[in-house]
């Protein structure tokens, strides 16, 4: 029989024995630091049946230590002067009491604050705060300056300076009339001198509060007969005369007017009965 070509089997490699080994793609593992979570309020870690109010820190410049589950991150406080007074609120936006739970926890005015994170703004139910203490805000608007406010003075006003000593020109204590407007700065905001409540104006004068506040009548006897007098000082024709021992209500607590240089009170609309017919 003739012979027949066969093809010799090929060499086949065998397959390599799998390692145990394998290559995994690199993972960024990295985790997102608290910081960078913007308008975020830290939660609170403290004893939450303590009652005590943490102190609140007022050093010019102070640093504080932020865990971003990385590394520590060291930030510097920004310092804000409070031109009103400030209550202190928690994480959720509620006023802060002290250990006496009918007193509320409130930082006065000129106070120094010492605002976290370089001054970071955090907004708690649409209100900004700053933070000034673990678990303690502050409003933004505390030490922001705010416009003046205009009133009228509902009696004449002495101007005094911030001794709540009487400002003079010219040798003469400065005297501004009823009726006047005057510019309250900082919204009518309002300031304690020597236990007397003022109104700042510009250039670091100041009038009392109780000018520009209209006060309750007060009652008066007359101890004579009494005419009554217009603006002017004239006999009002129409008005009866007023008899001895009548109870009148003088106007705004009993403020004195000069009308041609006779002191008067106001007892009605243009209505005026001398104060000596009450003396």
Avoid: M
Wanted: net charge positive.
């Amino acid at each position: 029989n003739p012979a027949v070509n066969v093809d010799k089997p090929v060499h086949v490699d065998k397959p390599a024995t799998p390692d145990n080994t394998s290559e995994v793609p690199a993972v960024d593992q990295t985790k997102h630091s608290d910081s960078e979570q913007t308008n975020q309020v830290p939660k609170d870690t403290t004893d939450q049946n303590s009652g005590q109010v943490p102190a609140v820190p007022v050093s010019r410049e102070t640093s504080v230590t932020k865990d971003n589950n990385l590394n520590d991150v060291v930030l510097t406080a920004k310092s804000f002067p409070l031109l009103h007074d400030a209550y202190l609120y928690d994480e959720n936006g509620e006023v802060v009491l002290t250990s006496d739970p009918q007193k509320k926890s409130v930082l006065k005015k000129g106070k120094t604050i010492s605002s976290l994170q370089n001054g970071h703004v955090y907004v708690i139910k649409g209100v900004k705060f700053y933070q000034v203490g673990k678990n303690q805000y502050v409003k933004v608007a505390n030490t922001v300056l705010q416009g003046p406010k205009r009133l009228q003075l509902k009696h004449n006003a002495f101007v005094y300076d911030e001794k709540g000593k009487l400002v003079k020109k010219h040798g003469k204590s400065v005297l501004l009339p009823k009726n006047k407007w005057v510019s309250a700065l900082n919204n009518a905001d309002k300031f304690k001198v020597n236990g007397v409540t003022y109104y700042k104006l510009a250039d670091h004068q100041y009038i009392k509060v109780a000018n520009t506040v209209v006060q309750p009548a007060k009652k008066l006897k007359l101890t004579h007969n009494a005419f009554v007098y217009d603006q002017n000082g004239k006999r009002v024709k129409k008005s009866k005369l007023l008899k001895e021992g009548t109870v009148l209500s003088a106007l705004n607590g009993a403020e004195k007017f000069k009308l041609k240089n006779k002191t008067y009170y106001q007892v009605g609309k243009n209505q005026y009965v001398k104060v000596a017919n009450t003396l």
